[in-house]
């Protein structure tokens, strides 16, 4: 969590007083069911529920003698609560509250990712529509190919924020289990009724087997599927510095009044937050692999995968939601040039419809091999003139073209409408995926 | 592909044949579509059904010359079609071809990785249930902590791969998609409908936005969830390799006749087939990350995808069928001592009894901090003595304790069936999910 | 920057101050060498020496608006020293100051690194001494193998650590460079001589080709080398955890009076300082492919690079410190028991000189396949009794065996002495390294 | 190992028979070795020399049986070699052969991959000189920044390059070590001097301390540094690509006569060599964290490395060959337009001076700020212009300039020359490193 990549409210999730809240309120829950199942005596949750509270500073220092933090929790929580805290945690394992806890830190967290990839559909939806028409070039390769319109552009990326909203709703859902099952998971100290009343009341399923742990592979996919979210957000990162480039210019990020593109060169516009994005894609996937690496633990459990969900389940989510916020704001407010795309369409002296001639000449009875030979040499002129010859004049030239397709045949080929005509569908399918 | 650790059916689906017997499928099927259309003449797919044919050898003859291996494809085709060939991949690019031939293999692979999950799963039913009762030590830490009974520890793992199942069937619809859209996607010379109809003979889904690829975030989530899936191999292989250590021996994996453990130490019996599990969980996770720096291809594509798609769909398929094969057979034949489960238990003097006595005295009146100390005085001992002296006999020397808890109260806590009272209820739970 | 896993000293590099100390530090000197070069006036560098001053949150109040890190500095340091900082950084780009700051950092943490490794050593090499011939138990597979001694054992990784050494100073080089080459690298602002100057005063080399930033080929040798350290680290660390187990109980991690094991179980000792060095090696490793991916920056630079360092610098070193501390801590007080060897060592009958006889067998004119078959037959029955039978006894019994080899020639055999004769050398070698 | 991205050099080196052609040297040399030594009879060594043999096939339907490839790969040398056999391997354990020959398999790629840069040096060394003072536009976040040349763009390669060799000469001497010291290494039954003897005859040095197996921490510094040196590769692909694409066009990959570019689009000329690269560089890189995983084996040894080796060993070599080869290729092959540098360079209306506009302001008294103000108005409307507008039109029309710097002072700042003077110098010093 570095503060300049932290967002308030998803820092907040992962503050040492968020964590023991939530902990007093399973230790409580536990109680609650406890008291009802007369494992305990009544009026210990009461006591949790009126006078629980806690102190990190204390548990903290607490620590430092025991050194076991769940011990050190509850003994501070003893302090304030008294007499009746002897019965908290009975039975229980520290794994219990500390895992179960996580579990509601995770989908806190993933709820507010959930509403971050909202505004990004969002800002995507509104700017697709916008530029629904604008027509500009696609590209494969780097290389100029056919035209498609800005909207089908932004399409693509909606679609795949799509598709990770519905991912990560799928890894909420496995990480939202909860688990009081006592040492090495046998219930034998805490019966199964006390599991099901707190997973319930947290919004939680009671984990199927939880060898005192929940199961690290659930963590695993919720880290991978952060992962595959971040590669998305790189993806249109980079469409966006590359049409920033000074060649291309299709695109801006916005640029506010006061900003300094350099301390060197005062003329630059850097697509410095599509470049941030990029390489917080890199670290948001740099937790996978550590996390499926916690999926082997020994036995019923060791605790090597506790050092490092300290460091990635903050960092990740918080820079995640980070990323998802100000990729939501770049592309609100991208400054978008379709003036440029156009006259970078044009330069390419219509090579762009290279294809559709090939099409034409095939349908004309000319083989396929043949067909490309010789839109091919006309191609290869218009390339090399660096768009000053067109490919309409270089086909209009060779006579294998003439012979086969007249001026209106021509004049049907070089008709820019037909790459935008299903790009009302494309973008109707998008936005409702 | 490494022989050594290759299933035959797998390998089928990666070898060049099959790949282009699905290209000329496609192609077939698109033309079908095309001539419904009425795009092209009829006949031209029942040329290619009769006559479609290609050579492996002749393609890669012809890709040496025209550097493009679609092309050089249907120039074989066409070889053996003849004239009605030109009509073939007409306003098709090749990713169309590619990229939903890519998820038929993608989808036929996902199929095995199915069926060796069930294979798995009803192996580790079996032993599950063979061994629902048999009591051995839970551990934490790799240091004994209470009893548990095998039937438990296996039925964790079962709903881990029932997990992995789950997860294998979302990913298997993540990639199966068809994309017949032409160059970026604009469907400017090839219709929707073309696409629809080539995806419902596929059984796959038209791609939302395909850009002329199908966006690799999809892949990512296939290989990603791979990468988990073989992490819970590795924790299943890491449980028996600990088993079968020579102090623990609980388990071992089956040891055939002929075969020598060492070549110089012939009493050797060494778990080198988790061993291997182990590394190959290594390998297969380690094709997540390119999958992910996949996804960010260049504007509407670029080509960078594809290399690294050529090693790790067929390693990784290959390598995980393996692993999940070799699996399933390690659990179904594994060596289980029971008698050696309960000896081992035993031998650390009745410590696993200990926190049963810290709740026994809490309810007693004694504060939490109190039981323990008194608690971990008399447990130290016994841990000290390396189980010669047992727990019982100290507490029992302990006036603070008997003061509290008779003889009858101690019979109550040093009773075994108090943690397999609930591995029915846990089997059921894990066997159901 | 976890605080329970950051020391001090290593946290101080990574703090705002230390930073901007150095970037003035760089500004400084620099200004004395433009000064010697007549392309700045007199009085500048003296000011700066003087007056240079800064204030970490007037800079991030300045940035909030000019959006750029280095103009915020240069403004707020102007602000102390006034009229003479318009001089300052004169013809320099930002990194130059940057990336020659974050060389400087890099060389910090890599000395403090390097004594870290010191420590680690120097404990390593008094146990090593210690226990160099306390005869322990080598296991291949978590199989009983062959003795050895616990001082070759460690001896093992006080070589691993050695290497360490020696990489990381080599690593060291890679990145204490100096870059101050201006826009894009060329010098045309600031002269080369100005590099040269800061580079000796601050103990760096300048940077071949700058190409504006020092290229990140050199950073990802830097943290790919601390990720093998990380992963010699965990090597050492499952050593013991093994060692640890209730089975084995070699050696212990120091356990402190007030210590608690569990919230649950009073009895338990848990190698938690190790597992947690097992998890910290993950995060170690997980800095290495982002560090990688940061290499391939586009043209002259990007700046994709910075977020991720602004992570992995700080986060990586302070934990590889740590865990450098922490393993020293664990290996100096590690509680070892030779007795608990000796008993493991002796419970298999033998089982270990099976090899030897194998030998002898041979030399005494059996073939090796015969022999291997011979012994072979003996060690499984010893095996299946759990070491009950000894090896010693069946071999006696075996004709094929005794009409080979008499009492003499089975006493030279059965000799534990020559498992540890070359203990010494194998010691010393170490040592030396 | 793709046959597609497969060189034969490179792939010898991995096939079963150059491994088992090692692993017969080793054992014969480890023979000769005993017979000076005295521990086996004389003649064994001449009779593995006169009729030592062995047969892939045969080993593999033995180790079928067995289990066990080393004991295979005995038996079937021993059915060439007859009764002498029984002495060979005497004392030594598989991985002594097996991790001796993996030494000297990865040295000899090592070696080939040392050729293979010193073909990428020499190409590039080649165009660095051809193009030392080709002027072109130096890009920070793709952006126009200032001028630079061509010859030092590829100069910053080349010194990439010449630190990718050092540090493969450095990895390569890691893992050039030779390990013959028996079960858990302690020499017991084979002593250091046979280590010795082989270890000089094939050029490596002995392992310092080996507990069987060679450590691993070796072989992941020597997979790190390919990973490095991979990103290296992706760096100069993603400029060449960047420069190919159609709005810049300043370089070109070789198109060859019958090449084609696209089935669909017959103009298209792809970088498709370079993306090819960029997919290879992840690949490569994909081995360094199981090759790091690969480090922490149990006690003495395990054998979950070995899997992985089978995998990344080859794969990884031979996908590192092919990429430094086709990278050699690339860049002796570029197709170079300065004249495209040239016009690219001119479009932005000289927005490049800017810098030294700023600095001969501040150099005539303008502080820093106001003159970053003062220049960036002009800029701004020559950015905003798209390069028709000029920066020297705007500046002579801005009062605040003009009373600063007279017609001399502009073309003295207006002058190219400034960004290629110290061309010379980076270019030399680039090509001594």
């Not at 909203?165 to 019966?191: F, H, M, N």
């Not at 980079?238 to 920033?244: A, D, K, T, V």
């Not at 090597?304 to 990323?323: G, N, W």
Request: net charge negative; glycine share 4%; aromatic share 6%.
């Amino acid at each position: 969590m570095i503060p300049r990549y932290t967002r308030p409210d998803m820092a907040a999730i992962w503050e040492a007083n968020n964590k023991f809240r939530i902990m007093l309120e399973v230790e409580t829950l536990a109680a609650e069911a406890m008291e009802q199942n007369g494992t305990i005596p009544q009026g210990v949750s009461k006591a949790l529920r009126e006078r629980g509270n806690f102190n990190a500073a204390r548990i903290d220092e607490i620590e430092r003698d025991v050194k076991h933090d769940v011990i050190a929790f509850l003994t501070n929580v003893a302090e304030y609560v008294g007499e009746e805290a002897r019965f908290m945690h009975q039975g229980m394992t520290s794994s219990d509250v500390l895992d179960t806890t996580f579990a509601v830190q995770l989908t806190q967290s993933a709820d507010i990712l959930l509403t971050d990839l909202d505004k990004v559909l969002a800002a995507l939806k509104k700017r697709v529509l916008e530029h629904k028409d604008t027509i500009c070039i696609g590209r494969s390769h780097g290389i100029h190919a056919e035209p498609t319109t800005f909207g089908v552009k932004l399409a693509g990326h909606y679609a795949a924020f799509a598709r990770a909203k519905k991912r990560l709703q799928d890894a909420k859902k496995e990480v939202a289990v909860c688990a009081i099952s006592g040492a090495v998971g046998t219930y034998a100290t805490v019966p199964p009724e006390i599991e099901s009343y707190v997973a319930e009341k947290l919004g939680l399923t009671p984990e199927t087997v939880s060898t005192q742990v929940i199961p690290r592979d659930r963590h695993a996919m919720f880290f991978a599927v952060m992962g595959v979210i971040a590669s998305s957000i790189e993806n249109l990162a980079i469409e966006i510095r590359h049409l920033q480039r000074t060649e291309v210019r299709e695109a801006e990020e916005f640029f506010s009044e006061k900003q300094k593109g350099s301390s060197a060169m005062p003329h630059k516009r850097n697509p410095i937050l599509t470049e941030n994005l990029t390489g917080l894609a890199r670290m948001v996937r740099s937790a996978v692999i550590p996390a499926m690496e916690n999926v082997a633990l020994w036995h019923e459990r060791d605790i090597s995968h506790s050092s490092v969900e300290r460091f990635i389940a903050p960092d990740t989510t918080v820079a995640l939601d980070f990323a998802l916020g100000r990729m939501a704001n770049v592309i609100e407010n991208l400054l978008v040039y379709p003036d440029r795309m156009k006259s970078n369409l044009d330069r390419m002296g219509g090579l762009v419809f290279s294809q559709r001639t090939l099409l034409a000449l095939t349908q004309n009875g000319i083989s396929r091999e043949d067909a490309y030979r010789i839109v091919q040499r006309s191609a290869m002129k218009v390339w090399e003139s660096d768009g000053k010859v067109s490919l309409r004049d270089m086909l209009e030239q060779d006579t294998d073209v003439t012979s086969k397709l007249d001026k209106s045949a021509l004049d049907k080929i070089f008709d820019l409408s037909v790459y935008t005509k299903h790009a009302g569908t494309i973008i109707d399918r998008a936005l409702a995926s």
